[in-house]
């Protein structure tokens, strides 16, 4: 079965500084998909990336960047030089190959304080 | 804007009682997915169609079924409402099953 850990609930961070949001994710196929949603105060859910099981090339946007190591089965979320914009809960997904179940984490609720 | 519209977007409703829930996909994209999110249960997975037919289950209640029509809209269907019931849900649909999904504004149902 497939799971998905976020185990950091609330982060608390001061404005300009970096902050990385934890992901440990648990599955038995080799091919699977990983996520990272954003959940503003407002509700809406808001994608953010996507990979692939065979793509563990690190990834960065803007002040975002991804850190995807199937050793430690991690996909984990820095956001470099916070604003208060990046206060929300982020989740992070699984989706397994073949199928499209999709297994989010619990969240964690990031407070970036001005 | 997403691109995936949910209708209504807020619903007060009786125990007991029946609600339909729709959700119209982003243009051009064939899969659509149910999502619950309360604050017990976190964000569950309900059950996604793609094109039409069911390709995946989640935690979905006997009581709450789902369709996807031909003009690739799909609505949720709770039955026999509880109080537990109560939460946010959310539609989602990508182009392709494992696809970036975009996600509906969502629908609050609130069961008295």
């Known amino acids: 079965a497939q799971k998905v850990t976020q185990a950091q609930t609330e982060i608390s961070v001061v404005e300009k500084e970096d902050v990385t949001l934890d992901c440990v994710y648990e599955t038995r196929d080799t091919t699977y998909y990983l996520f990272w949603y954003k959940q503003p105060p407002s509700g809406e859910l808001v994608f953010l990336i996507r990979r692939n099981s065979f793509d563990e090339q690190n990834e960065i946007s803007g002040r975002y960047s991804w850190n995807f190591q199937k050793s430690t089965s991690s996909f984990n979320f820095t956001i470099t030089a916070s604003q208060v914009v990046d206060s929300a809960v982020y989740f992070c997904a699984l989706s397994e190959g073949g199928y499209q179940k999709v297994t989010f984490g619990t969240g964690t609720k990031l407070q970036v304080i001005p | 804007d997403s691109g995936v519209t949910q209708t209504p977007k807020h619903l007060i409703t009786a125990t007991g009682q029946r609600v339909t829930l729709r959700c119209s996909p982003r243009s051009g994209d064939l899969s659509v997915y149910w999502y619950q999110q309360s604050l017990d249960q976190g964000l569950q997975f309900l059950i996604q169609?793609?094109?039409?037919?069911?390709?995946a289950k989640g935690n979905i209640l006997e009581r709450f079924s789902a369709q996807q029509f031909p003009d690739l809209h799909s609505e949720l269907n709770l039955s026999s409402l509880e109080l537990g019931d109560s939460a946010l849900y959310f539609c989602?649909?990508?182009?392709?099953?494992?696809?970036?999904?975009?996600f509906g504004p969502g629908t609050r149902l609130t069961v008295l």
């Open positions: 169609y793609y094109n039409g037919e069911e390709r």
């Open positions: 989602a649909s990508s182009t392709r099953p494992a696809d970036e999904q975009f």
